[in-house]
């Protein structure tokens, strides 16, 4: 059993869902900061780094309401630094992409959280901050992406 090849890509098939955008919710960081708490508890001095990002982290910006957390841990591709601790606090693997920056994605049970999980010095840490922090100091920016979200998920039907 343990020569076998783990299941990659998105873990347990494509789900339907709805694209919905609402309003930002100021409610957001706190969320954020409850499981923060609960990740940096779980994974103790192994993990190096954990952000709020995407759009639930930008102020005023509306967003699919789900949570997405950045964790950067020394070696992404080495899952018992983290997955069986993670497991054990109710995240539930959803992606796993050794071929892309070996990334990994946990998600609550309400998929109201998503927890990406990168290797320290990978390119898409910076990536996704610098665009979290255009989008907080820019407000025309900030406008425009709302309004094209906006447009992407009316014309979207279930996934």
Request: aromatic share 6%.
């Amino acid at each position: 059993m343990a020569d076998e090849p783990l299941e990659t890509g998105l873990i347990g098939g494509a789900e339907k869902s709805e694209i919905k955008i609402v309003d930002y919710d100021s409610d957001w960081p706190k969320k954020f900061e409850a499981h923060a708490r609960i990740i940096a508890d779980a994974l103790g001095s192994s993990v190096l780094r954990i952000e709020h990002m995407g759009s639930t982290s930008v102020p005023g910006l509306a967003a699919k309401p789900i949570i997405d957390i950045l964790v950067v841990v020394p070696d992404s591709s080495d899952e018992s630094v983290y997955f069986p601790m993670l497991e054990e606090r109710g995240y539930a693997l959803r992606v796993r992409e050794p071929d892309w920056n070996e990334h990994r994605m946990f998600r609550t049970p309400e998929k109201d959280v998503h927890i990406h999980i990168y290797s320290t010095g990978c390119p898409e840490i910076q990536r996704v901050l610098s665009f979290r922090d255009r989008l907080r100091r820019n407000t025309d920016d900030r406008r425009r992406y709302e309004q094209r979200k906006r447009e992407l998920a009316a014309k979207s039907g279930p996934t």
